[in-house]
């Protein structure tokens, strides 16, 4: 478990360190120089790109930091639906994984 965590905190700040640097450039975008209207799409394209990037570091990062509470709790290798615990493997691949694989897959086909 003590393993789990710290994979979790570095993982929490390099994604702490990735939204920074998102939004660092977003600001630089926010600033335009004079440029024409093909640089300008450009920049345009560049910038939804860098916010997709962002939201999605921002998700991942809401899932380390709830895992890292659950770890905490002591609930950090028990399924937070049904309570069973969450097969090692998943954990390796996935450290902030907080549904067991048959929860996850439920969860997948409700979004879906």
Do not use: S
């Amino acid at each position: 478990m003590e393993d789990r965590q710290k994979v979790l905190e570095a993982l929490r700040e390099e994604l702490i360190e990735r939204v920074d640097r998102y939004k660092v450039h977003k600001l630089r975008l926010e600033n335009p120089l004079d440029r024409d209207m093909e640089e300008q799409a450009i920049e345009l394209e560049n910038e939804e790109v860098i916010d997709a990037l962002e939201e999605e570091a921002e998700e991942e990062l809401r899932q380390v930091v709830h895992a890292l509470e659950r770890i905490e709790e002591g609930a950090g290798e028990q399924c937070e639906r049904c309570g069973e615990g969450i097969d090692p493997r998943r954990l390796e691949a996935i450290p902030y994984a907080t549904l067991c694989i048959d929860c996850a897959e439920l969860e997948g086909r409700a979004q879906a």
